[in-house]
């Protein structure tokens, strides 16, 4: 299997599967120097890990992350990161029976089709589990971003019909209730509508919403390396994920040039800056030094217990009946994911985007 390879000078390599021994990430490209230890990474998986809600899978995993390699005293030494996770209280017996058909929602259709192999328990490599080594390593990539100070906030936007609202705003809100909501009325909303597709044995979709603050101008190529196309690659490479929009995204489509466009202003340190920011902090592929905006449409849970259609491996029709231990939503876990893989994206174009000007290569290396 090859495409679990992502970036050029930051580069992560991610392994395991579901239900296998363990699930793990190499980080080819760290600095030495960065200070880093378990307890820098262990509190990003802990947002992502199961049982914490009961709108997660009450599947029970510490998700205990080890550092096997790359640090030495406390401090990055240069040398590729190795990181795992083991896996603890999988059940494959669970799985059993869908080796002799295909979910609706699934890969398991599409790995047949490729590999004319596939490893049933819990989907193996294409499930959401996965996201734990992405999740390790976009650990280290802020922690790198945030010497450079640059931060995230990263929440659930909306789940189902229910959208929180610009008034009700409140980022303190994110870490008061298990939807990862900035308004504690959506969230409350949010909790009704997701009751209810729990009665009707059904899962619901929603959005992440992520903003990257202190980005600076000039990150980008101008081509096929666009910023905005690097976020949207790695952010659509989480198995959940079905959309992505930079700034207004698809309301860009409705609106005129003059009510899309961003005002340049003079700014206070000699650099102009926008009045509005239409654009999400990227234009003709580069940051332009506003805050970035991005959004990530995670599609509903497919293991669910109402009955669908499905055909057998041997083209049968069938109905079936999904048990097991699974998410009604999945966005809550996600939102930690999708900061996880902007992260990565964006440390890996920094450090590429530092070879683009002499002046800069001077001032490191004549200093």
């Known amino acids: 299997m090859s495409g679990s390879i992502y970036g050029k000078h930051f580069q992560i390599s991610t392994w395991g599967e579901s239900h296998g021994k363990a699930i793990g990430v190499v980080i080819d490209g ?25 709108y997660s899978t009450p599947r029970k995993e510490d998700d205990a992350v080890e550092i096997l390699s790359g640090t030495f005293e406390g401090m990055t030494t240069g040398t590729p990161i190795s990181m795992l996770v083991y896996n603890k209280t999988h059940r494959s017996s669970d799985y059993s029976e869908i080796a002799s058909y295909y979910r609706p929602g699934h890969a398991d259709f599409t790995y047949d089709q490729k590999y004319g192999f596939r490893d049933y328990r819990g989907g193996g490599r ?16 802020a922690k790198i971003l945030s010497e450079l100070g640059v931060s995230f906030l990263t929440y659930t936007r909306s789940i189902g019909p229910v959208c929180i609202h610009p008034e009700r705003f409140c980022a303190d809100e994110i870490w008061k209730n298990p939807l990862y909501m900035p308004d504690a009325q959506a969230a409350a909303e949010a909790s009704d509508w997701l009751d209810t597709c729990m009665k009707n044995q059904d899962s619901s979709g929603g959005i992440v919403e992520c903003i990257i603050k202190g980005v600076p101008a000039g990150v980008g190529e101008p081509c096929f390396e666009k910023l905005n196309a690097v976020l949207a690659k790695a952010v659509m490479s989480i198995g ?53 905006i991005l959004r990530a449409a995670i599609k509903p849970t497919p293991s669910i217990s109402s009955l669908q259609k499905t055909v057998s491996k041997s083209n049968e029709a069938m109905e079936i009946s999904i048990r097991g231990r699974h998410d009604p939503v999945i966005v809550p ?15 890996d174009m920094l450090f590429e985007s530092m070879t683009s000007r002499m002046d800069q290569l001077r001032r490191f290396f004549l200093k």
């Open 30 to 54: 760290c600095p030495a120097g960065l200070p880093l230890c378990e307890e820098d990474i262990q509190p990003w998986l802990n947002r992502r890990k199961p049982g914490q809600s009961r």
């Open 126 to 141: 294409s499930s959401g589990r996965e996201t734990i080594a992405r999740v390790a390593a976009g650990a280290v990539a």
């Open 240 to 292: 959940a994920v079905k959309a992505f929009e930079i700034g207004d995204g698809i309301a860009a489509a409705s609106a005129t040039g003059s009510a899309n466009n961003d005002a340049f202003v003079p700014g206070e340190n000699g650099q102009p800056v926008k009045s509005s920011n239409h654009a999400g902090g990227i234009l003709g592929g580069i940051s332009d030094g506003s805050d970035i």
């Open 333 to 347: 876990r996600a939102v930690v994911v999708v900061e996880s893989m902007a992260a990565i994206a964006l440390t």
